[in-house]
C-alpha cells in the first residue's frame, strides 16, 4: 500500500528535475541566440563602401550594443559567397545588378537591406583633357566586366558619342547594341583595375568610383561623372534568412539617419568635390 504514494513523489521528483532541465536548456539557448544576434559579421573588400561602414556604420551599432567583425576578403566574390554561404551577414560593396547576378549564379537569396551611399564612375583624362577634343581614332579604356561595360557606354550615350540600340533595356546594353559612332571612338578593353595603370596609353578612361578610389586618382580630374540608373546604386544586403534579425533594421535606420548622412556630407567637404551620392530615400 505504501508504494503507490512513493512511487508518485519520485515521480514528481522526476518531473521537478526534469522541468529545471528544460529551463536551462531554454535559458542557455536564448542566450546563443542574444550573442548570435548582438555580433554582426561584415564581409568587407577593398573600396570605400566597407570603410565607410567600418569608420561609421561600425561604431554607431556598437553604440547600441553590437559587436561588429570584419572578415576581409581580396574581392567582391568571395565576400558575397561568404555570405551566402552563412560565414558573414553582410556585405555592402555590390549593387542591385552584382546581386541579382549573383543570385543566379550562386543561386543565393540575397536580399537588398537599404541603399547606401554610391561612388559614381565617371570619365578620366588620359592623352586629352577635354571632352570636347574627341575625334576619330581616340580611345576609351572600359573595364571588361559587364557592368563597366555597361556604364561607359550609357555614359558616351549621354555625352552624344553613340546611340545604342532604344530597344534595349538600359541595365542590359553591350557594345554590339552601338548604333551610331559619332566620333569614332574606339573602346579597349581591360580588367576594370588595369585600367588606372594604363590611362596614359589611351585618350580617355572610364573608371568606376571603387576603383578610382584604390588607384588614388585625382578626383577633380573627373571630366564628366555619371548619373547612376537605379541598378548601380550600392546596397546592403544578406541572406533572406536574416532578413527578420534585429541589427537589419538598425543598420537601415542608421544608413536612413541625418546624423549619417551629415557624416557622408562633411567627408565630401573634406574631400572637395561630390565624391559621394546619397540615395534620395535615405536623404
Not at 532541465?21 to 554582426?40: N, P, S
Not at 568610383?209 to 548619373?227: F, H, K, N, P, W
Request: proline content about 5%.
Amino acid at each position: 500500500m505504501n508504494k503507490t504514494p512513493l512511487g508518485g513523489r519520485k515521480m514528481k521528483k522526476y518531473l521537478r528535475y526534469l522541468g529545471l532541465a528544460l529551463i536551462t536548456l531554454v535559458v542557455a539557448a536564448c542566450g546563443k541566440q542574444t550573442e548570435d544576434t548582438q555580433t554582426i559579421k561584415v564581409a568587407t573588400s577593398p573600396g570605400p563602401y566597407s570603410i565607410l561602414f567600418m569608420e561609421e556604420v561600425a561604431p554607431r551599432l556598437e553604440e547600441q550594443g553590437y559587436t561588429v567583425e570584419e572578415i576581409q576578403f581580396s574581392e567582391l566574390r568571395q565576400a558575397m559567397i561568404a555570405v551566402d554561404e552563412g560565414e558573414a551577414d553582410i556585405n555592402v560593396d555590390g549593387n542591385r545588378l552584382n546581386t541579382e547576378s549573383y543570385n543566379d549564379t550562386l543561386g543565393a537569396s540575397f536580399e537588398q537591406i537599404v541603399r547606401i551611399p554610391t561612388v559614381p564612375a565617371a570619365i578620366y583624362p588620359g592623352q586629352k583633357d577635354s571632352l570636347d577634343a574627341v575625334e576619330e581614332g581616340d580611345t576609351i579604356a572600359i573595364g571588361n566586366g559587364t557592368v563597366s561595360m555597361m556604364r561607359g557606354l550609357l555614359l558616351m550615350e549621354d555625352l552624344g558619342w553613340i546611340t545604342l540600340n532604344p530597344d534595349v533595356e538600359a541595365a542590359k546594353v553591350t557594345a554590339d547594341d552601338i548604333e551610331e559612332n559619332h566620333v569614332g571612338i574606339e573602346i579597349v578593353e581591360m580588367q576594370s583595375a588595369a585600367v588606372p595603370p594604363a590611362i596614359q596609353d589611351v585618350s580617355y578612361a572610364l573608371v568606376a568610383g571603387s576603383i578610382a578610389y584604390d588607384a588614388g586618382m585625382d578626383l577633380d580630374s573627373r571630366l564628366v561623372t555619371e548619373q547612376p540608373i537605379e541598378g548601380l546604386l550600392l546596397e546592403a544586403i544578406t541572406t533572406a534568412d536574416k532578413m527578420d534579425q534585429p541589427w537589419v533594421e538598425d543598420i537601415k535606420a542608421i544608413y536612413q539617419s541625418e546624423d549619417f548622412n551629415q557624416a557622408v556630407l562633411d567627408r565630401n567637404e573634406e574631400i572637395g568635390t561630390e565624391f559621394w551620392i546619397i540615395p534620395e530615400e535615405n536623404q
